[in-house]
């Protein structure tokens, strides 16, 4: 029982490794239902500790995949298979190698005897090609090698290797090597059996660590590259990288959205609602029992998103349209609006197309041509300028760069008095702002947030002050 | 203690609730098809005296789940609809305002004569406090659902429908109710129920809920059927339809549910379908049909002109899938 309760916590262990939560009181949970149901009915115990431990879908899919991995033991079986052809003649060919290394034939010397306890073990049980001896060896050899402290996909051979060490490969190496040393054809014969299961041992080691790797690393290997890719420059991050970066950018903004689309009211306890109270006691002849404060009414943000998809941005555009994508999914009222030489509504496109689809056809529309902040302005003025109240906050993504033609400033001070704020993400560093042709300088006056905004993790933060500005304090 | 055990002692193989198997049998003579997983959080329910915190899309049988439970354990339903703004006055007990002035009208005469003979102000005082009791005691006390539930003796299905159009606060206050199935009324003191209800939660997953909520719980995501478990479904739900259109339409909903489409049809649709297309006498899967009844099962204008610009291209689809 003790040993039973030893896996269900390394079992706990392994599916924390893979960021399903599990607090001490789910885990004492987790015990009382395993002692409900016990061991015996696999299915039903897979049942039971998935509603006692998985919380949502997703954790349900992990712990799944976890449960699976977790409770593969008769694998061994197997691997270990082709060698189960040497069956029949396998009884006398151990009675001999049993004796072989205490009345060793020639140099048989003393001190090897004393090992002989250990390395029959692992030869014997090779040749009784006995799964479950194996397995049992093979866990109780990892546990020594620490193989369940794997924290990364790299640590693998090194574990492999440690873990057969520990099971006394060398030892059935020197076996073996004495075998084919000693002449006489019948040992030669056991020790090419030998050899031949050693090949599969390896197999099957290896199989043994990548499946604790699965189990207790994969989920932190990907942790650390999200990590790294959060901090990376949006403007160096290949395309290898844009599937991991998609969820990354997906859970942000769900994340964003989670936390600032909850309230809509806020009580406001201490100024009374006389209209309401009156009306809520006619109900008790005029007695006022049910006294009713006044509210607040908390705005949701309405945003109007303007992305800069030019060429100069090229290398960025394409991860503020994806964040723009993600946005749009949270946000209840959210414009999106995209431009290089002239100014495009690229709400339907959001709302309809897949995402892959959205980006590729808004760079198709009017991407990577040269800028106009000044005609992208005026095009976005005509049309949409009414739409701007003091609800809305307009955010910029672009570099500012206007290939020296008019920057029509006068449109931009027209937008940040007519809008709650103006905020403009740029992808350069603040020290090039204002050189060159970038006229970010100028229309930095007209805003009330210009940050350098180059990685992911700049993005969330400032989108995060933006939402937060709507919420109480 | 629990429920289960309780009864358990009396018959132990014949108790609804003895084992997973017993409970997929009882939920199918009720009319709902579980699956195991379903089954097992229902056992474990029992069994450890949790909440069942129950996910999935509309219409996949979350609250179906707890009424036909409650049909074959044969116990009082009492449903709490969770919104936006609901608080403890309407989830848990309010006081009978009305009847408590009504009855101080009453009293008044009476009062003023108690209270005439009463030798000083302090003793007329304490008369008072006396009174002022009765007005907060059971008699005066609207139960609301969750009070009800912890009243059931005899165990009952609390069914809180909803639980993530509720607010935070409000989440916050049933954590009480369901770790401890007791509520405190500070007038009368803590109500504990004597026997535990067996409660579901329901979440459209409007919102995430809280940690400490869902640590309370047993988790259970239902999702979308298979088509053998569909078929089963519609076979229960709707007697008397033929096993070919089943299996065709059924067919033709999974076709459906690959499509990117802004609601999927969940089970209640394909239910609804089915019973329309008795209605309507069909016997087959005929284009001209189903495209007159795509909006029994999409509930989106852009939906149903996707799927009819390409209705032909489905229904093969979905012939060829169920092999008719």
């Not at chain 1, 006489?184 to 390896?202: G, H, I, S």
């Not at chain 2, 149903?304 to 169920?322: D, N, S, T």
Request: a negative charge; hydrophobic letters at 40%; aromatic letters at 6%.
């Amino acid at each position: 029982m003790a040993a039973m309760q030893g896996a269900l916590e390394d079992f706990l262990r392994a599916l924390r490794a893979m960021e399903v939560r599990v607090s001490p009181a789910e885990a004492i949970d987790a015990h009382m239902a395993v002692a409900e149901v016990g061991y015996a009915n696999r299915e039903l115990l897979k049942d039971a500790l998935c509603v006692t431990l998985a919380k949502s879908e997703d954790e349900v899919e992990k712990f799944d995949i976890a449960f699976d991995t977790f409770f593969t033991r008769e694998e061994f079986k197997g691997a270990m298979g082709p060698a189960e052809r040497g069956e029949d003649d396998r009884l006398d060919r151990r009675e001999p190698e049993a004796g072989q290394p205490a009345g060793g034939p020639g140099g048989g010397s003393r001190d090897r005897a004393d090992e002989a306890s250990q390395e029959t073990s692992l030869a014997e049980m090779l040749l009784d090609n006995d799964a479950i001896a194996l397995s049992r060896a093979m866990e109780a050899a990892a546990d020594r090698a620490r193989a369940k402290d794997i924290r990364l996909n790299t640590q693998r051979s090194l574990l492999t290797r440690k873990t057969l060490d520990e099971m006394g490969l060398r030892e059935l190496e020197a076996l073996i090597n004495q075998l084919r040393g000693s002449g006489q054809p019948r040992d030669e014969a056991l020790a090419e059996r030998l050899a031949e299961r050693r090949e599969a041992l390896f197999i099957e080691a290896q199989r043994f660590v990548e499946r604790q790797s699965k189990l207790y690393a994969s989920e932190t290997g990907r942790r650390m590259r999200e990590k790294i890719l959060g901090d990376m420059k949006l403007t160096s991050i290949d395309p290898d990288e844009m599937k991991s970066m998609e969820a990354l950018v997906k859970r942000m903004a769900k994340r964003l959205a989670s936390r600032y689309s909850r309230k809509r009211h806020r009580a406001d306890k201490g100024k009374l609602d006389v209209r309401k109270t009156i009306r809520r006691s006619m109900g008790y002849g005029g007695v006022p029992f049910n006294i009713v404060w006044k509210s607040q009414t908390i705005d949701k943000p309405k945003i109007i998103a303007i992305c800069d998809v030019s060429r100069s941005v090229a290398a960025a555009a394409q991860f503020l349209l994806l964040f723009l994508y993600s946005l749009n999914e949270v946000v209840d009222k959210l414009e999106a609006f995209a431009f290089s030489d002239r100014m495009v509504s690229v709400n339907d496109l959001l709302d309809d197309e897949k995402l892959d689809e959205a980006i590729a056809q808004i760079l198709k529309r009017i991407g990577f041509r040269p800028t106009d902040y000044g005609r992208a302005l005026a095009d976005f003025c005509d049309t949409h300028l009414d739409e701007l109240d003091r609800h809305t906050t307009v955010i910029v993504l672009g570099d500012g760069r206007s290939n020296y033609v008019n920057p029509r400033l006068d449109l931009m001070k027209q937008i940040a008095e007519r809008s709650r704020a103006v905020i403009w993400l740029n992808p350069e560093p603040e020290t090039y702002w204002g050189q060159g042709d970038s006229k970010m300088d100028a229309y930095q006056r007209f805003c009330s947030v210009a940050k350098t905004c180059n990685t992911l993790n700049q993005l969330e933060k400032i989108i995060e002050e933006v939402l937060r500005t709507y919420s109480p304090r | 203690m629990t429920l289960a055990a309780q009864s358990l002692g009396d018959a132990p193989e014949s108790h609804p609730l003895a084992s997973v198997d017993t409970i997929i049998e009882g939920l199918a003579g009720a009319g709902y098809i579980a699956s195991r997983r379903i089954a097992t959080a229902l056992y474990m329910s029992a069994h450890l005296q949790k909440p069942i915190l129950v996910e999935g899309v509309a219409g996949v049988g979350k609250t179906e789940l707890a009424l036909r439970t409650a049909e074959l354990l044969g116990l009082p339903l009492i449903r709490m609809q969770c919104y936006e703004g609901l608080d403890e006055s309407k989830a848990l007990y309010e006081w009978k305002y009305g009847k408590q002035l009504l009855y101080t009208q009453i009293l008044k005469d009476h009062m003023g004569k108690e209270l005439t003979d009463a030798p000083d102000v302090d003793s007329a005082m304490d008369r008072l406090h006396g009174m002022g009791d009765l007005f907060f005691s059971e008699p005066f006390l609207e139960p609301r659902p969750l009070l009800k539930a912890m009243r059931q003796d005899g165990g009952c299905v609390l069914l809180i429908d909803e639980i993530d159009k509720s607010d935070e606060a409000f989440e916050a206050f049933l954590l009480e109710v369901l770790s401890a199935y007791q509520v405190s009324v500070p007038e009368i003191g803590v109500i504990k129920a004597q026997t535990p209800p067996i409660v579901f939660l329901t979440s459209n997953n409007v919102r995430d809920l809280g940690d400490a909520l869902k640590r309370r719980c047993l988790h259970l995501h239902i999702p979308l059927p298979d088509a053998r478990l569909e078929e089963r479904i519609v076979a229960t739900r709707v007697p008397g339809i033929e096993a070919r259109l089943t299996k065709s339409l059924v067919a033709f909903v999974q076709t459906l549910r690959t499509l990117d489409l802004r609601k999927s049809p969940s089970i209640s649709e394909t239910v609804d379908w089915a019973r329309a297309l008795i209605l309507l006498h069909a016997a087959a899967l005929e284009p001209e049909l189903v495209r007159e009844t795509l909006n029994v099962l999409l509930k989106f204008e852009q939906d149903i002109v996707a799927v009819e610009a390409k209705l032909g291209e489905h229904l093969a689809k979905a012939a060829e899938a169920a092999g008719v």
